[in-house]
């Protein structure tokens, strides 16, 4: 390649790299505004009716996860439900339920990523048997990674 070509796409690169910067700064600012409508839409505490549990915990760990890949580039987590049958309805107001079951899901993902880092990046399994060492560590954490929850019948 001669001199003036590899002028004309390093110019070239440079004007692209420029271009995917300005790209990702507005997808950014876009996902912004868009939480923020979402926020202000979800103002009102809505009404008190019966829901069931099972369907608001299903809806808010899929909206969590994909909000969650959405904001991290190659965000990746395992999900397994396993919910009680029983569980059944109760009379609450559903969107406050779902803002708070979004707002644990949340911080489970991001107290999980933390540990996949702070573990080197190995493959975390939070059921695995584990040494004493361990154990205590993560007993001492911010954030439980699994939990029961009884709810009144």
């Not at 790209?23 to 829901?51: C, F, P, T, Y």
């Not at 993560?138 to 954030?143: A, C, D, G, H």
Request: charge should be positive; aromatic fraction near 4%.
């Amino acid at each position: 390649m001669t001199a003036p070509h590899r002028s004309g796409c390093a110019l070239a690169q440079s004007g692209l790299k420029s271009n995917l910067e300005k790209v990702v700064q507005h997808g950014k600012r876009a996902d912004s505004i868009v939480k923020n409508m979402l926020l202000h839409s979800r103002e009102g505490s809505g009404e008190r009716r019966s829901a069931d549990i099972n369907a608001l915990v299903g809806e808010s760990l899929s909206l969590a996860y994909h909000g969650a890949r959405a904001e991290k580039a190659g965000f990746t987590i395992t999900l397994q439900h396993d919910l009680d049958p029983e569980a059944g309805a109760l009379d609450l107001y559903p969107q406050e339920m779902t803002r708070a079951l979004l707002n644990l899901i949340s911080n489970g993902f991001d107290a999980a990523t933390r540990r996949k880092v702070e573990a080197g990046d190995r493959r975390l399994n939070p059921c695995s048997p584990q040494s004493p060492e361990t154990s205590a560590r993560q007993s001492k954490s911010e954030f439980a990674t699994t939990a029961s929850v009884s709810l009144p019948k």
